[in-house]
């Protein structure tokens, strides 16, 4: 029994069904008090962001909810609302419930006149929202432009200063070799941005769903040779060894081959990145329909509770070795979404200090 009314509108009937009707079909919820706070009119919508099925008539406002600030401590409710001279509202409270669970509310608070006339009474009307989802996006966004910034910093730093040396050692005449050694410094920093930002672009596009599935016929051997010699003079350069590692049975498989491509990308990426001797191994096994591809390295591996993790938006393992390197914590994200559109299956083994193999079976699509 959502809205009772104590408030009388005297002969007005109609108008007073119209606006009990009116206040019941609010998506929002609406709680009005008398002037010392006790509750005389309420909507369906607060029962139900109050998860409450019984009767708020008559009940303090401390009574028919748990109020937390910020920093999770008690709000006194009745208080807040008695004290507020002019409508105001807030969307830093949450509204805690007796599991403990809490959701974030936007709060607006109204001192008003109930009633008409002789029936005039001074009273409060609250409008109570459920902000979490909006709360968790703004949180998200946040924290995203705070990461991507503090990713762009260093690169841009490093590139700046490489370049302005190079202009100088050009100005002095100095060594050709000393002058490309640094260019090249630079444009791996380039390069890096270049990759974050290809992270971000397909990232925009997957989130919003607007990615398209183009399925072309890929061969995965000549696939997973050409990525092996792609990443060639990138492992060897840091002393690794790098190889494809075949069924001699492979068919063709119809899927994305961007996909494909870009999910092993990232992959082996991660593998040169966090592998300091050792070897990387990209291989792709047959399956009755479609085929296993691996990619297994030697490196730092991922601790057990870190596993759960890598695929989250920012995730960064805390271990030194990666902090050490560059990354986003985009990558593996990124590639669970595209996963997801070819209907592919990733699985992850991993011994923290000897190693990771990323598998993904990528099925035949029609
Ligand atoms: P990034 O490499 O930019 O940090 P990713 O999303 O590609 O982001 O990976 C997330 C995290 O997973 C990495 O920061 C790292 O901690 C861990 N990780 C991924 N691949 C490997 C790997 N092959 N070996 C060890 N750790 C890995």
């Known amino acids: 029994m959502p809205v009772t009314k104590k408030v009388s509108l ?3 009937h109609i108008e007073q ?3 009990l009707s009116l206040i019941n079909n609010m998506a929002d919820g609406v709680i009005a008090t008398d002037e010392n706070g006790l509750v005389v009119l309420y909507n369906g919508a607060a029962l139900n962001i109050l998860d409450s099925n019984a009767s708020l008539t008559s009940k303090k406002l401390n009574q028919i909810c748990s109020l937390i600030d910020k920093n999770n401590q008690q709000v006194d409710f009745s208080h807040l609302v008695l004290s507020s001279k002019k409508s105001h509202n807030t969307r830093d409270l ?6 403990n669970s809490a959701i974030n509310v936007y709060l607006s608070i109204a001192p008003v006149k109930l009633g008409y ?3 005039d009474q001074k009273g409060y009307v609250l409008l109570i929202r459920d902000i979490t989802h909006e709360k968790s996006l703004e949180d998200e966004r946040n924290e995203f432009i705070s990461v991507v910034s503090h990713e762009l ?3 841009v730093a490093i590139a700046e200063g490489d370049i302005s040396n190079a202009e100088l050692l050009v100005e002095k005449g100095a060594d050709l070799t000393q002058i490309k050694r640094i260019l090249s410094q630079a444009h791996t920093q380039i390069l890096f941005l270049s990759g974050l930002i290809n ?5 925009g596009r997957a989130e919003r769903n607007a990615l398209e599935l183009d399925i072309e016929e890929i061969n995965p051997h000549e ?7 792609n990443y060639t003079t990138q492992a060897t350069g840091k002393g690794l060894d790098i190889k494809a590692k075949l069924d001699s049975n492979l068919q063709l498989l119809k899927s994305s081959k961007l996909y494909v491509r870009e999910i092993l990308q990232n992959f082996i990426t991660n593998a040169v990145k966090y592998t300091e001797k050792g070897h990387v191994i990209v291989g792709a096994n047959q399956k009755p329909s479609g085929v296993m591809f691996m990619v297994s390295d030697t490196g730092i591996g991922i601790s057990k509770a870190d596993q759960d993790k890598v ?6 393992s805390e271990d030194f070795r990666t902090r050490s390197t560059n990354g986003t914590g985009l990558g593996l994200y990124v590639v669970l979404k595209l996963a997801h559109l070819i209907h592919a299956e990733i699985t992850l083994t991993s011994e923290l200090d000897k190693g990771s193999e990323f598998f993904i079976f990528v099925p035949n699509l029609k």
């Open 223 to 229: 696939l997973v040779q050409e990525l092996v010699d």
């Open 311 to 316: 695929f989250d938006k920012f995730f960064r």
């Open 199 to 203: 992270d971000l672009a397909t990232l």
């Open 10 to 12: 005297g002969n007005k």
């Open 17 to 19: 069904q119209q606006l």
């Open 94 to 99: 949450r509204i805690k419930y007796s599991d």
């Open 117 to 119: 006339g002789k029936n």
């Open 153 to 155: 910093r260093t690169p």
